[in-house]
């Protein structure tokens, strides 16, 4: 390895994420980052095509959302939230709730999205128990579906995937379907909610767009099925929009698209415009109302130690502000048009199967990658910092990109998967 010393010794201390620490190549020491670009200890710049894993919406260091953080820096960066709490998490709240379609109006802030998401199911499990229903503990999740790294929530992701078998015996069981895209399947998950609905508690998807399980897509009416469905056999409908949320597929929410209203919705990802790190819970009144009572045990068990920071909750109020003020949506829809011209020229490639675009999404699936290490050092070879994963290579750049900055990722691409024997000397 070569670089700064730090990296040299810090490598033989961290623990890196999904990675096969003996064969993956090395990760490259990103010192500073503006707009789309990554600068590396070496001094290249790297056009972002991931805006660090879709969180970046705006691009990054925008100077309104550093200004505010630096002033709630100043003024009280933490303070515990319980018995306590403050301006930018109160506000925040109100303007979630205001965002969000119908009465989703309550809000539980945690620091991640896998933990909001281990807050979705377990709102949606003792809302039954509060209502005086027992037994309703499992939940029906989906195929493709990814929704965390935790214990709870590795246990609804895609059961190959969140290695169900590997860690068999330490996973509660649910139900894991087919997601109802046409009549046999529409029919088996309404069988499978007819004859299990009892131990049922609710229904979690991530709505138009499977994200870390593929990029995969479906139709509004998938979820207007699933909404249907949830309410004929009386369970909840957890939607988990922390990938899809502030206006990844087109829409604020995914669910607009739909015109559904879930009974309790995730979100984190570009909550804070890339910034800091927060996610938030948020459930409808009459999910809520069920926690009302006389009784302290019917009371919401949860409290993270760092939940409503008030840094990071500064930070995203800065972040919707910049959704109020600046066109977001209107960029998201032409980088859509852009991605669908630009991105077309790869469907006659060798070993593509599919090309899609939804929202400020856009994917080249393939037969498969073979070589990984090599697929990613020609990307990075181009300038560009695109992470393939599984068999598909994406783009979900900051909705600031530049049309000259798209062309760069998506020529990029393009070249990258027309070599044949992709060049692999990245290292020094
Ligand atoms: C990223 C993601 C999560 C998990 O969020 P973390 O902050 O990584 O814990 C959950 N659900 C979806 C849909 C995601 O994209």
Known sequence: MCGPDWLEQGMNHVWLPYT?????????PAMGTRGCTITLADGRELVDGIASW?????????????AAVATQLERMPHVMFGGLVNEP???LATRLA??????????FFTDSGSVAVEVAMKMAIQYWLNRGRTGRTRLVAFRGGYHGDTMATMAVCDPEEGMHSLYQGALPEHFIADLPVDETSTQALDALLRQSGDSIAAIIVEPLVQGAG?????????????????????????????????GRTGTLFACEQAGIVPDIITLSK???????ALAATVARRHVFEAFLSDN?????????????????CASANASLDLFASEPRLEQVGRISEQMRAELESCRGLPHVVDVRVMGAIGVVELERIGDMNALKSALIAQGVWV??????VYLTPAFTITPAELTRLTTAIHTVLSQSAPDTAHRC
């Not at 096969?20 to 490259?28: A, K, N, V």
């Open 214 to 246: 593929g990029m995969l897509f479906h139709a509004p009416e998938v979820l207007r099925r699933l909404r249907e469905l949830a309410d004929r056999h009386g369970v909840l409908l957890i939607l988990d929009e922390i990938f899809t949320g502030f």
């Open 89 to 91: 998490a109160l506000t």
């Open 20 to 28: 096969q620490m003996r064969t993956t190549l090395p990760p490259l």
């Open 98 to 107: 205001s965002m969000l379609p119908g009465d989703l109006e309550r809000v």
């Open 54 to 66: 879709w969180t970046a919406c705006h691009g990054y260091n925008h100077p309104h959302i550093r």
């Open 270 to 276: 570009a909550l804070t415009g890339g910034t800091m």
């Open 296 to 312: 302290p045990l019917h009371a919401l068990m949860h409290g993270p130690t760092f939940m409503a920071n008030a840094l990071a």
């Open 387 to 392: 992470r393939p994963f599984r068999n598909i």
